[in-house]
């Protein structure tokens, strides 16, 4: 019966994105902003796989995205390897990472989850400065640049990378369908939900959440990978940073509603856009009041529905259609 | 030798340490809130020390009961306007809650104070006492004094006081405390304020030897996290080796790394110490 | 190896505490037991033991002879023995569909997964609520949800906590009837229950614990004249073996 409105949406929606760029300046600001958003969207659903079908609080996915963005901008750099390829080997650095991070960690709850993700994201930030003469150090390091071509994952203009970001995102959304919908996101939603239950009605938690952790985190990388050739310049604190990384990619999970499809869409939408005109209006004017506002936003997010969150992942209509749809 | 210096050094670093984290897991404890914004009160309590000796000419080891009394006052006010109302929310929010608090603390510093560092000039700040073939920094001697007496403070407070005692009714069964005429939110209250200020107290304490900016704070946040989980989070006596602990492993572990890299060997061991051991070092062995 | 269930002096500690003391016992395929004793006697840690969400602190469990006892609980669930929870351990967001369908995960596709939901759904008296969410069940619903989720990963051995608490007289004789089924079909079940009544008529054996250790063994007529049983029991103001143990 909703079937046609359930396909409708989504198809309305990818063909407003499709069209949109092509009224706006291929290399003005509105379109960086989008691009922009578009990659955070991505992030987000990279996130939500691990933060929000398994329920397990990341809060050092940008350890991954920087292995993303290192990998793949030192290839190019020392050995002239092409981005695309760069991209496969981040990703398969940071399934490597997410499994030996997830042996000592995946069966913490909560804070302590938390807690030892973050110091996974500052380790590596720490480790990307101090290895000066391999990373570059805290200078940072810039892709070089050659001319506009897909196959060296480089354009001069916005626009093309509008395209790419958006099939990020698609190819993202869509393993995060495949995940949910699959065995793999009953079991994680059973583990959340109850996990000794979970394990004596026979799903091996520790594999399932090692699953899920392995996706989010290779997608992540390639992520990272995709930043630094937007992006051409980055250092340890913008690809592992904690706030503008770990925190900003887990919050739009969250502000959408975590474990939801359309989740990361709403919070990236909501945010990035948010963050952009603060900075735009009022970062030029004092420095600090753009991220200033972007704390408060998120206490004022938190102390408006406290239990929102949680009042998030409770299934509602659009949630059900999701897990119950074969 | 090198190594002896080291472990002395470290000790003393390690005493300040106890006592920025002693406030952390004095909140974890009573209130069952892990604070990420926490280590702000350190960069809260640097500036005003700063400003009591820009302007009044106070030494920073003075100045320390004021940045105790400013960041109590403040954290009063944050507890009962923000922390109160996430008490019994999930720790998603929490945990958010209090990230969205660090963001926004270091902004304003950033606003209030320009991105500048700063730092005090005191008459003993490169002196040295020799003991033997060590040397024993004055500065970092002062502050491990100061820092040992007000974790005395703290424990003759929670020993003897009749809040002291309420406090850690508290901590242990809310209910049963309220039973007994006890307040649990203006426990609650009292803790976060009471950590806020210890905390402050501590980066007081530390501004001869560490200049202050607006992300100080940012490099308190692992290092207080990895004192708090060596010692058993929300254990008081446990934060003090864990300080202690710590101080040696950063600086023992620049004889062996470069320096760039002692904070990298307290992350491996913070995240090794959470993985294996989440209760804590000292628990189930004392 | 006659015996499909092998309990063999397992104990299980807490601190200083014996929650079960050194309970050996055997369960022949196809049997129907029924493990009763007052609250506290350790019924719920026993199981919990044998399907492994407790490691036993002495003592070994086996299942067609293979020891069990140190694996984790999916593996043994895989190797055929599962539980339901006394306290109703749903997926509370997820339906009750979906909550089945869990159960079938471990051997199926996700297709032929909801296809044995569906069948099981139906076996137990729940088709009609198939697509609510487990949160929004009555209790009684919510036992058989966990009866049909543990059905669905077709256990050689299947543990029953009380699923017939808070039951109506219709219900109780409902789900006394498909566990009697369950035994012509050849599943081994060993059940927890209050209610003596519903236990007596049901199971053919009956074990009997107190205070973690195991006191008799025997069919319901040995257990109601066993002087210890009595005593330890049924000895507490209750005169005959039909009282409702609460």
């Known amino acids: 019966m909703s079937v046609p409105r359930r396909s409708l949406v989504p198809a309305v929606l990818l063909a407003v994105a499709l069209v949109a760029p092509l009224f706006l300046d291929a290399r003005g600001y509105p379109i960086r902003v989008l691009t922009f958003a578009l990659l955070f969207a991505a992030m987000g659903q990279a996130w939500n796989i691990v933060g929000g079908l398994a329920a397990q609080m990341s809060l050092g996915h940008a350890g991954f995205f920087g292995i993303g963005a290192y990998t793949s901008t030192l290839l190019l750099v020392r050995t002239g390897v092409s981005p695309w390829v760069g991209m496969i080997a981040g990703a398969a650095l940071a399934a490597l990472a997410a499994v030996l991070l997830s042996i000592p960690t995946l069966k913490l709850k909560g804070h302590y989850f938390a807690l030892a993700t973050l110091a996974f994201g500052e380790v590596m930030r720490v480790v990307a400065g101090a290895w000066e003469h391999f990373t570059g150090g805290p200078q940072g390091i810039s892709v070089p640049f050659s001319p506009d071509s897909l196959a060296a994952f480089q354009f001069k203009a916005t626009r093309p990378y509008y395209y790419v970001m958006l099939a990020a995102l698609v190819l993202v959304s869509l393993a995060f369908l495949a995940v949910s919908r699959g065995k793999l996101g009953y079991r994680l939603r059973a583990i959340r939900a109850n996990q000794d239950a979970a394990e004596v009605v026979g799903i091996g938690t520790f594999r399932a959440k090692l699953a899920a952790s392995v996706i989010s985190a290779s997608l992540t990388a390639a992520l990272g990978t995709c930043y630094a050739q937007l992006n051409y310049f980055f250092d340890p604190e913008t690809v592992f940073g904690l706030a503008p990384i770990s925190i900003r990619v887990a919050l739009i999970a969250i502000v959408g509603g975590t474990g939801t499809l359309w989740g990361p869409f709403v919070g990236a939408a909501f945010l990035i856009p948010a963050e952009e005109l603060t900075n735009h209006y009022l970062g030029a004017a004092v420095a600090g009041i753009s991220q200033l506002a972007y704390g408060l936003l998120l206490i004022v997010v938190i102390l408006i529905e406290p239990r929102g969150l949680v009042a998030l992942r409770i299934p509602r209509l659009g949630r059900r259609k999701v897990e119950v749809a074969p | ?286 | 190896m006659t015996d499909l269930l092998a309990v063999d002096h397992v104990s299980r500690r807490f601190g200083g505490l014996s929650a079960v003391r050194d309970v050996s016992f055997g369960i022949p395929r196809g049997q129907l037991v029924g493990l009763v004793g007052p609250n506290g006697a350790g019924k719920t840690t026993l199981f919990n033991v044998l399907v492994g969400l407790y490691a036993p602190s002495a003592g070994v469990v086996r299942l067609e002879g293979r020891t069990v006892s140190r694996l984790p609980p999916h593996r043994v669930c895989a190797l055929g023995l599962t539980k339901t929870f006394q306290n109703v351990a749903l997926f509370f967001d997820m339906t009750v569909r979906d909550n089945v369908l869990v159960g079938g995960l471990m051997r199926h596709s996700l297709r032929d997964a909801r296809d044995l939901a569906s069948h099981t759904l139906e076996r137990v008296g729940l088709a009609s609520v198939a697509d609510k969410l487990a949160a929004d069940l009555t209790f009684p619903e919510r036992a058989r949800v966990e009866l049909a989720r543990a059905l669905c990963t077709e256990p050689k051995v299947l543990l029953l906590d009380e699923v017939m608490a808070a039951l109506t007289h219709v219900e109780m004789d409902e789900i006394l009837a498909l566990i009697r089924q369950l035994r012509e079909d050849g599943l081994t079940v060993l059940v927890v229950e209050h209610h003596m009544r519903a236990i007596m008529s049901l199971c053919e054996r009956i074990l009997v614990l107190n205070f973690g250790e195991l006191i008799a063994d025997g069919t319901p007529s040995e257990i109601v004249h066993d002087e210890r049983v009595i005593t330890a029991y049924l000895g507490r103001g209750h005169g005959s073996a039909s009282a409702r143990h609460a």
């Open chain 2, 1 to 286: 030798m090198a190594l002896l210096q080291a472990l002395v050094d470290g000790l003393l670093i390690g005493g300040v340490y106890a006592v920025i984290s002693l406030g952390l897991t004095l909140v974890f404890g009573v209130m069952g809130i892990v604070n990420f914004a926490h280590a702000q009160f350190v960069m809260i309590g640097m500036y005003v020390a700063w400003f009591a000796w820009a302007t009044l000419g106070l030494d920073p080891l003075l100045a320390s009961p004021l940045a105790f009394a400013a960041a109590f006052v403040l954290a009063a006010a944050i507890e009962r306007l923000m922390i109160r109302r996430v008490m019994r929310a999930p720790p998603v929010a929490q945990v958010f809650l209090t990230v969205g608090l660090l963001i926004a603390l270091e902004n304003v510093a950033l606003i209030v104070f320009g991105s500048d560092f700063r730092s005090v000039r005191t008459t003993y700040q490169t002196a040295a006492l020799r003991l033997g073939p060590l040397f024993l920094s004055v500065p970092y001697l002062a502050a491990f004094a100061l820092s040992a007496a007000s974790a005395a403070a703290l424990w003759l407070f929670l020993q003897r006081t009749w809040y002291g005692r309420a406090m850690r009714a508290t901590a242990q069964d809310r209910m049963a405390a309220a039973l007994f005429g006890i307040d649990p939110e203006r426990m609650y209250q009292l803790a976060f304020a009471l950590g806020a200020g210890l905390t402050a107290f501590g980066g007081a304490v530390i501004l001869p030897y560490i200049t202050v900016s607006p992300s100080v704070g940012g490099q308190f946040v692992v290092l207080m996290f990895t004192v708090v989980v060596l010692g058993g989070l929300g254990d008081v006596g446990g934060a003090l080796v864990g300080g202690l602990v710590a101080g040696v492993i950063q600086s023992v572990s620049t004889v062996f790394f470069p320096i760039q890299l002692q904070n990298l060997v307290l992350f491996v061991v913070f995240v090794a110490v959470l993985a294996f051991r989440p209760q804590g070092l000292l628990r189930g062995v004392a």
